[in-house]
């Protein structure tokens, strides 16, 4: 770990973002140039003083997983990644598109979507990052660890995943998700990620193995869906997605047009935020 090369890197990456990269508020007195160091934290999920620590030579080697945060946070490019790890003692993951680094381009977007649900999801349907918006719809897609990280693993082992669509639409989601996966087991080849989804998937779940065996192959988004909330009930939503280049990421943007239910409640949803979702599940 080179912690003079870290230290420089992290305060000059914070130096050349603006808040208003980010969406965040430039306020009327501003001494700091570029962002102020509370905010990487914040945006990194790291403490105020962990982030100190780093920047002043001083802290320990940061984890893999804390280096994946500060990169997304810094909204940094490939390159400028696979340097922050190497003066951080760790080698790169070898693949960006089968790591959790999100699209610096797909982040500039969501960054700018504060009224309504976006997500940024993997091919194999793992949430890389969501906005305030998306986790008072969802939850918090980010926790889960593991296989359960792909929503497609969840929707075919937890059933909890399901209370968000309608049960007339499960079958449909179902077919999608597998779908999905396929697409990206093309890509990725049996002996990747995917490939370990689909073994567990086959053992785990005969729905999935019944589907899989149909080799359907899409990359599916409907264009309409329905989701229900725990408390505003079933919402209804156009989805827009933004594929990166390779597609292995994905944007997802949900709204509704002006003057309908669907915006109405995603207007309540606003007010409600991530906490009444949360006192809602417990």
Known sequence: MDRAALADFLRRRREALQPEDLGLPT???????GLRR?????????????????????????S????ASLARALRLTGDERTYLYRIAGH???????ASPHVAPALLRVLDRLDDTPALVLTDLGETLVQNRMAAALFGDATKHTGLARSAIYRWFTDPAERSVYPEADHARQSRAQVANLRAAHGLRGPRSRAGELVRALQKANEEFAE?????????RFEDHKTLVHPELGAI?????????????QTLLVLTAPP????HEKLQLLA????????EAER
């Open 27 to 33: 306020g009327a007195r501003r001494r700091t140039r």
């Open 38 to 62: 509370e905010e990487v934290a914040s945006l990194a999920v790291m403490s105020t003083d962990y982030y100190t620590r780093l920047e002043q030579r001083r802290g320990p080697q940061p």
């Open 64 to 67: 893999e997983h804390m280096l």
């Open 91 to 97: 080698n790169a993951p070898v693949s960006l598109s």
């Open 211 to 219: 589907l899989w065996a149909r080799h359907e192959v899409a990359q």
């Open 236 to 248: 209804e939503l156009d989805c827009q997605a933004l594929f990166t280049e390779d597609q292995s």
């Open 259 to 262: 003057r309908t239910e669907g």
């Open 271 to 278: 007010v409600l935020g991530l906490d009444r979702f949360s």
